[in-house]
């Protein structure tokens, strides 16, 4: 089956580093669907504005570039990289074919000179990412509260808390719901596995800017935003 | 982005006609994914054992052979298929990209003599469908009961009741659960838009046999099963 992009995503987020680690995770995160010139007219979204949320399937090509064969196992970093999960049991990008699905919140449905694009929030995309169906989240066949969750669900991430003076500094240079996306981007621990080098300096790409941060005790301290 | 199928779905189902509308419409519906030679390998469910669900992605191209030339707008047939929806707004298959999202319960992964599949419930998928990935279903990120749902929720099926006589002649043919999935899926209405001929007969084929039913005031009759 050969697919063809019908929209590019949008993101704050242009680099895979701080990216989460799944739609939701990062609630306040905004980005845009930007509907490529053959779907730009507005018929295609008729109805649209009924749902609350929006399946958004795409393609890890572009953020995870892998010339890897395809492994039957990988391990998921919330089992700290050290236990095999098979890769259909498991969300992870290095899969037979490169297919992510996310659940995003609608925020608005935007179209006019040409374009048309819907406002997101939630989204675990990063910046280009081609995208490449859209589909309207219905309850009643897609929700199951209570299906359980296998080893995510029995793994909880650790999440970090954020320096009130960080988060001073990133209101200086963000503004509402961005900075709120920052907080919570950091507070999943960006960090690769294994990292617990409380002086190690990491950079997060935002928006045009960079955000250098470090971890010590469970906690985030912003050094500069640049 | 081209996607190599890695399963093919069975069902007692070969047929478009009588095939649940969404996944989850037929919850005593058995089908089975049955993994390709290259993904016999138990190692790429490892750890599935623990969700009750999985997501199933698709290809519509099996079912719904369309030369059509994709529109922004299709016709549901929950409006009674006379209300024009964006196609980004509804799951129908007459979409760019013919791809198909269904949740579906776990009921039993079996593997052994070189055979690896998955046996589940409620799937919407026809028999011979092409399985191009599988993912965990993970609660925190995929349901959200209380969205909404647009024209889908504020317009309910009208469900049809099974003829008593009618459901002693499955129980004759079908054992247990088929004859219960049989019940779900009459009880969806399988008719085409616009059809209310009492007299007419259908068959809906069903596990190699063809059950023959007419529909009056609400109520399925089932004719035959042959």
Known sequence: ???????????????????????????????????????????????LEGFDRIWIIWSFSANHPSDKPSRPTVRPPRLGGNVQMGVFATRSPQRPN?????????????????????????????????????????????????????????????????DSDGAGILKKHFPGKDCEAIVQLL????RPQYHSDPQRVYGMAFGGKNIRFRVEDGKVYITEVR
């Open 98 to 162: 490169p297919i992510g699905l996310s659940c995003v919140k609608v925020e608005e449905v935007e179209s006019g000179k040409g374009k048309l694009s819907i406002r997101v929030s939630g989204a675990d995309l990063m910046d280009g990412t081609p995208v490449y169906d859209i589909k309207p989240y219905i309850p009643y066949c897609d929700s199951f509260p209570d299906a359980r969750g296998g080893f995510v669900q029995e793994h909880e991430w650790v999440t970090l808390g954020v």
């Open 1 to 47: 089956m050969t697919l063809e992009p019908i929209a590019t995503f949008r993101s704050p987020l242009s680099e895979k580093f701080g990216l989460p680690r799944q739609s939701g995770l990062a609630p306040s995160l905004e980005g845009e669907i930007v509907f490529l010139p053959d779907y730009c007219d507005p018929s295609f979204v008729r109805g």
């Open 187 to 190: 507070s999943q621990d960006p």
